[in-house]
């Protein structure tokens, strides 16, 4: 159980810079290019740390590939860095370095490098969920910005599902389907400094239910979607308006739309919104969408990363009024 209150654990990590240098920033990939690029998910052991090459002791293979005992990891499969900023000259800081801890378990999802018996992570911050002392996992289900804090059965249960789902690999165990069902029929939870230990545990266990329905395609019931998408917590409503858009209410890009439109919504889940009709390509919304667009906010959103992350190279709308002018710009 969690010690503290985590209002989401929106990770920000901020690169010492020991020297001036060149920044390197990259488009950091969601949960599910991570999962659909790696070949296998397993548990492992750092046995040997730099910030080149980190060996690993495999514990157990979860999906995919069989890594063998002894696992190499001395590199990236994602395409980065996207560009570099510069902070005054010199050469590239170790932003790119690996960041393993000598002694942690962590899940990896590894791919197999082309050549050689090594394998590679996606980037310095995504492809990998620590296993703290206390038996939690730090996971992301979404993008590695926004990390839960969740008990290892729900992890493995999770994304082994989605692992094998993205792979095409054979249907999740009904235990998914439960879980998910389980959760949403809950209360929606809050996080902050205000919640107790259970709710913030709860909604942990929910965001990873939503998110896990939202990557797997699995339609959630529209009553329990309705009450997450009307809950206060900004996360929860991204997470409901991302399993929305793999509902299959007859009224579901409706319900997208009325949400875009809501000013009593979070703005940023709003944006989220607009890129789920974007990813259903939901165009019977065109018109209403166009009607909208000159009364839709230029406020800044953004996912939560620091101008010192590199992470901030992620591209994302800058606003409500962006995210809908890109919208409509696929449908010319």
Same mark, same amino acid.
């Given at each position: ?130 296993? $703290? !002392? ?7 289900? =979404?993008? #590695?910005?926004?990390? /839960?804090? @969740?008990?290892?059965? +729900? ?86 308006? $991302? !399993? ?7 009224? =579901?890009? #409706?319900?997208?739309? /009325?949400? @875009?439109?809501?000013? +009593? ?68």
């Amino acid at each position: 159980m969690l010690k503290r209150p985590v209002a989401f654990l929106a990770v920000a990590v901020s690169m010492a810079l020991l020297s001036p240098a060149f920044a390197a920033v990259w488009d950091e990939p969601w949960h599910r290019e991570v999962v659909s690029r790696a070949h296998t998910l397993g548990l492992y052991d750092v046995v040997t740390a730099s910030p080149t090459k980190t060996i690993f002791k495999r514990v157990k293979t979860l999906a995919g590939a069989n890594t063998g005992e002894a696992v190499e990891v001395d590199g990236l499969y994602a395409t980065i860095p996207l560009a570099t900023s510069s902070r005054g000259g010199g050469r590239p800081d170790d932003e790119l370095a690996l960041r393993f801890g000598l002694g942690r378990r962590y899940y990896l999802f590894l791919q197999k490098a082309q050549s050689g018996g090594a394998w590679r992570i996606a980037t310095p911050t995504t492809g990998f969920a620590e296993l $703290r !002392a206390d038996g939690m996992v730090v996971a992301t289900f =979404r993008h #590695s910005l926004h990390k /839960a804090v @969740v008990d290892t059965a +729900t992890y493995e249960l999770t994304q082994t599902c989605i692992f094998t789902a993205l792979h095409n690999a054979g249907r999740c165990q009904d235990e998914v389907y439960q879980f998910i069902n389980a959760q949403v029929a809950l209360e929606p939870a809050g996080a902050g400094a205000g919640a107790s230990t259970e709710e913030q545990a709860r909604f942990f266990s929910q965001h990873a239910a939503l998110e896990t329905a939202y990557l797997i395609g699995y339609s959630v019931n529209r009553d329990a979607l309705t009450k997450f998408l009307a809950a206060p917590f900004f996360h929860t409503q991204i997470s409901a308006v $991302r !399993a929305l858009a793999k509902a299959d209410p007859k009224d =579901r890009n #409706s319900m997208l739309m /009325a949400f @875009v439109t809501d000013d +009593t919504r979070n703005l940023l889940a709003r944006v989220f919104a607009v890129q789920m009709i974007r990813e259903i390509d939901a165009r019977d919304l065109k018109a209403q969408i166009e009607e909208y667009r000159p009364k839709a906010s230029q406020e800044p959103v953004g996912l939560g990363a620091r101008i010192t992350d590199s992470r901030i190279g992620t591209d994302f709308p800058d606003s409500l009024r962006d995210a809908l002018d890109r919208l409509l710009a696929t449908w010319k």
